[in-house]
């Protein structure tokens, strides 16, 4: 089978050891890659039950059969590990450049383990890792550490085609458990924490360089897939919406619908929401637009701040979930300060979702006496003095620094809090996106958006909001359909795109592997299978696909509501569906 190296690169920090283990063409037929892959190889390697910060909990980076191509939307990357913050699988994403060079490296999969004595940097190479004392980079901020990795340690003779640099925080040293990896300055695996298991190793960053390629099934064919899709886009209304008003689209979109997630998912509307719409963003900033390698939609801001306390400040953001976190639970009116936000989250190396649930978490317990910190809603010098809190493990941010389970626990806010697994839910109200509440409380991850990004089918009526019957089943397919995205691996904003016949011509031609939706299907539903195999043993049960108190509570402007009755009916569908026990 073609589009793929075969290889896994193992690498023991303990003793600065390297390996290369085969990967059996088996394993890759039924796994196909990435995310599939990543399930595989916890399963494999890791301890049942393992502490997430242990040296044996394994860390590990892959890319899929479309990197080194021209497929359009490829250039990604997944990482996996056994969360710090929920417990159970962690999956991360990112895009920009680096998957690239990480790719050229000629790798399927990179797995670390073991923990380093020194904060290191690791320099890998095909056939070659290198453990780079970085000492003195421990404490520096993400932009900073970039910059000095790409200045020491890449290849300044051009051996190799490709290079890119991944780093962590701050956050991430001092134990955050959503601490981020991130790369290309701007592009951040998020979610769930990777960036904190890779703090607890000691590796401050990760160079990938290389000029390797993986050989594909049938150039010809995939030559004339990548043309067919570059004209499906060329006049495509989503391509054209991404390109000129990006993610931040969406705060009109959601405030509309009464579903804009506002005063800690107390209400479904924000009444200056025009103050950090796309419009906001779009006349009050100098943007232009901006877009990973082998992409046409430029969803990316390049953005420059031109007036207020952060005037020159440039950046690419914010996305519509950084502005949904602060503008909305945190209701700050100001786009040039979400910004901001935006631009501090990323040097210290958090989550920028999870860290604006957190602070507005914090800002309703201030105003409940349970904590006793001078902040509210709104406020924008408060909010900024508590994110440093949360990086420096001060204060309150010690608690919230553990994430929203551990402080509703401890400040007595379980009623209200608002979570699945432990992980904090995109800016997409289930008590109006009915459908993203099932999908909240079903991710493998936590309560993640993206793994159906279920609101489009919600927005274009094909599931209803309120109708019930049938949506589980509509669910599972985006669920199914963004799996095999993940395995390969593709951005979502190409959904459009690649449909399942789509999908099948693509991996033929990468890999000479014929299918049909219904065997990707199936390819899906058992890697859906194996990472349940891996949240159960590490104590995952029904109880943990429900959602948290907080988001049965009735918005308070709307009145609108999720009952309990409403969420079992499409609960006990989709278990019915998968074949689980509920």
């Known amino acids: ?32 890659g990435v995310k599939g892959l990543g399930a595989y190889l916890l399963n494999k390697y ?76 690791l320099s890998i190479e095909p056939g070659q890792v290198v453990f780079n004392n970085a000492e003195d980079l421990w404490g520096k901020d993400t932009f900073e550490t970039e910059a000095l990795i790409k200045d020491r340690y890449v290849d300044k003779d051009k ?5 890119g640099v991944l780093a962590i925080g701050p956050a991430a040293e001092n134990g955050v458990c959503f601490g981020i990896i991130q790369n290309d300055n701007w592009h ?62 969406m705060v009109k979109v959601l405030n509309n619908n009464k579903a804009f997630p506002t005063q ?41 701040i031109l007036k207020g306390r952060h005037k020159g400040m440039t950046l690419e953001g914010p996305e519509y979930e950084t502005i949904y976190a602060f503008g909305g639970l945190c209701m700050v009116d100001s786009i040039e ?22 602070c507005a978490f914090a800002i309703e317990a201030s105003k409940q006496g349970k904590i006793d910190l001078d902040i509210d809603y709104g406020d924008v010098i408060g909010i900024e003095k508590l994110l440093h809190m949360i990086a420096k493990r001060q204060g309150p941010g010690e608690i919230l620094a553990h994430g929203i389970k551990h402080a509703a626990k401890q400040w007595n806010l379980e009623d209200i809090a608002v979570h699945a697994k432990g992980l904090e839910p995109a800016g997409y109200d289930p008590r109006v996106f009915k459908g993203m509440g099932l999908a909240y409380g079903v991710s493998d991850r936590g309560a993640c958006h993206l793994r159906t990004t279920f609101y489009k089918p919600e927005l274009a009526g094909i599931s209803p909001m309120d109708k019930l019957e049938g949506k589980a089943e509509i669910l599972i397919d985006f669920e199914d359909r963004l799996t095999i995205f993940d395995t390969m691996v593709l951005c979502r904003f190409f959904r459009d795109f690649y449909t399942w016949e789509e999908l099948a ?30 949240n159960v043993q590490e104590g995952l049960t029904s109880d943990d696909d429900r959602l948290s108190k907080g988001l049965f509570r009735e918005l308070t402007d709307t009145k609108a509501r999720l009952t309990h009755e409403e969420y079992e009916f499409m609960l006990a569908e989709y278990y019915e569906i998968r074949g689980w026990a509920g």
């Open 46 to 121: 890791n301890p049942p039950q393992v502490p997430p910060l242990d040296q044996a909990n394994n860390l590990i980076f892959s890319t899929g059969p479309t990197a080194g191509s021209k497929v359009w939307g490829s250039s990604r990357y997944g990482v996996f590990t056994k969360s710090p913050l929920t417990g159970f699988f962690s999956e991360s994403y990112s895009g920009g450049k680096v998957p690239e060079a990480m790719d050229a490296a000629g790798y399927d999969a990179v797995m670390i383990h073991g923990i380093s004595k020194v904060p290191v940097v």
């Open 505 to 534: 011509v693509m991996i033929h031609s990468l890999t000479g592997l014929k299918s049909d939706k219904t065997s990707l299907q199936e390819k899906a539903g058992n890697i859906a299978q194996e990472i349940r195999k891996f």
């Open 264 to 304: 800690y998912w107390s209400k479904g509307y924000f009444d200056k929401w025009e103050n950090i719409s796309a419009d906001a963003l779009h006349t009050q900033c100098n943007v232009t637009p901006t877009g990973c390698s082998k992409c046409f939609m430029s969803c990316g801001r390049q953005t420059t």
């Open 188 to 249: 951040c695996a998020g979610r769930t924490g990777a960036g904190t298991v890779m703090a607890s190793k000691k590796i401050k960053g990760i160079l990938f360089q290389g000029s390797k390629k993986r050989e594909y099934h049938d150039e010809k064919a995939l030559k004339s897939f990548v043309k067919h899709i570059a004209q499906e886009g060329k006049d495509h209304p989503a391509v054209k919406a991404y390109k000129s008003m990006g993610t931040s689209q």
């Open 337 to 358: 300060e979400i910004a901001f936000f935006h631009v501090l989250c990323d040097r210290l190396g958090m989550d920028t979702i999870t860290a604006g649930n957190l």
């Open 1 to 32: 089978m073609k589009g793929f190296y075969g290889k896994l690169l193992s690498i023991d920090l303990t003793d600065q050891l390297f390996d290369e283990i085969a990967i059996e063409e088996e394993v890759l037929k039924q796994y196909l």
């Open 159 to 163: 051996i190799f085609k490709k290079s």
